[in-house]
């Protein structure tokens, strides 16, 4: 067996695909790159297989028929290959989407641990993957920064001491804009995040605050808190990445600049916390201000049915999922404004029948059937009869 620690790393053409990789190479005595895989970016994927030759096998849902010098998996099924095929010691799962779940499920299933960026598998599969979790003993090591903080501030502390989670929220794109100003919000204005460079999923979600709803259910299922006592506040520095509030009244914080690589190494090799790039560091002294403010959910309701989906548990989630996913990809590609998004979430909650107990296939279900609402929807108007 390798002294190295084998990453397989799925969506690794991505924002925290390639950010996952920096860190890998800080660690070369550390890591060994076993495994990558993207959607449909072969050109990328070749580069990283370029650049590091111990790779086992990647894949890639189509090829063009170029040469590979590494085993190339291709198909609808190229991701369940790939893990089929690669020995590996820790899953990267930094997938973007619901197609993110069933590789989490099965990497738990086949006894190991996954470093989780996709927030979907949580969203979409909260439930399942608990089970799944207390079935096989495994664990997730949280990559999405908020949850990184926060598993961050309770080490060494007990959980029954833990009285809130508090999650900071940046208020996206339109923090600044009034409810009325977005009627007619562009892709192009939606995508300029003030604070982070991400995937064009993440960052209409982080407009619309639907980012921060997926937020509250992750957190809910990684830290086994109950909704009441999970709290958004909005934070426009995004320099405090969340808090936890203890019994006694004590807040701890966890505090950065807004770089992924941090919460990407954390997930890899806690409790070590070796050297990032020095010229990224926060500079208190610099730091003009840090503000907080009372989240509006008049201002962004989606975050309340973000929690009555939590609560409802079952389905709820993946049908939330499949249709913001879908109805973001409609918005990008100009064919639903931008407030739409929250329609069509709603209208696919009301729409798809609710599952109470959840298994894969289910939920596989319930993403269609969300996708196919939405796009009903869109033609037809989202009203329920
Ligand atoms: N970016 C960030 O800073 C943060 C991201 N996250 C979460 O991490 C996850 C990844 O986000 P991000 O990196 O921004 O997303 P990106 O869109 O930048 O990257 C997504 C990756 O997933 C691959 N992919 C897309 N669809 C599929 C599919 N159906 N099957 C297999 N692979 C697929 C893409 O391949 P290809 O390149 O070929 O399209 C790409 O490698 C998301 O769940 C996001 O919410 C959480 C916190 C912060
Ligand atoms: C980097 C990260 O974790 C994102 O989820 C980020 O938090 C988005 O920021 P907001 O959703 O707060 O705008
Ligand atoms: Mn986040």
Request: a negative charge; aromatic letters at 6%.
């Amino acid at each position: 067996m390798s002294e190295k620690k084998r990453i397989l790393l799925l969506g690794a053409t991505g924002s925290i695909g390639r950010q996952t990789l920096d860190v890998l190479r800080r660690h070369p005595d550390t890591f060994e790159l076993a495994g990558i895989s993207a959607g449909h970016n072969e050109d990328a994927l070749q580069e990283i297989a370029q650049e590091f030759p111990e790779i086992q096998a990647a894949s890639v849902e189509s090829t063009d028929g170029r040469p590979w010098q590494t085993d190339l998996i291709t198909g609808a099924d190229h991701v369940a290959r790939l893990m089929d095929r690669v020995e590996y010691d820790l899953l990267v799962n930094a997938v973007v989407g619901f197609a993110g779940l069933a590789p989490t499920l099965k990497a738990l299933e086949s006894g190991h641990d996954v470093a989780l960026a996709n927030k979907e598998s949580l969203v979409a599969g909260g439930p399942l993957v608990k089970k799944t979790l207390a079935e096989t003993g495994r664990r997730l090591y949280p990559i999405d920064s908020e949850h990184s903080a926060i598993w961050q501030c309770i080490q060494g502390s007990r959980e029954k001491d833990v009285n809130r989670l508090i999650i900071t929220a940046s208020g996206g794109s339109f923090r600044d804009r009034s409810r009325e100003s977005l009627k007619d919000a562009t892709p192009a204005e939606a995508l300029k995040h003030p604070n982070w460079a991400m995937g064009k999923r993440i960052t209409i979600d982080s407009a619309t605050m639907v980012n921060k709803g997926f937020e509250v259910i992750e957190a809910h299922y990684l830290f086994d808190v109950p909704f009441e006592r999970i709290e958004t506040v909005l934070h426009p520095q995004s320099i405090v990445h969340s808090m936890v509030e203890f019994k006694d009244g004590a807040v701890m914080a966890q505090l950065g600049s807004a770089d992924m690589r941090l919460p990407i190494q954390y997930a890899l090799m806690m409790p070590d916390r070796p050297s990032l790039e020095e010229d990224n560091r926060l500079d208190m002294t610099r730091t003009q201000s840090l503000e907080f403010r009372e989240m509006d959910m008049e201002r962004f309701p989606i975050l309340k049915t973000a929690y009555e989906t939590g609560k409802a548990g079952g389905s709820a989630g993946a049908v939330f999922n499949g249709a913001d996913e879908e109805a973001v990809a409609l918005f990008l590609e100009g064919k639903l404004p931008f407030l739409g998004i929250e329609d069509a979430i709603r209208y696919a909650l009301q729409v798809v029948p609710f599952v109470q107990d959840p298994d894969y296939e289910a939920l596989r279900d319930c993403d269609r059937l969300a996708r196919e609402a939405v796009r009903y929807g869109v033609s037809h108007g989202f009203q329920v009869e």
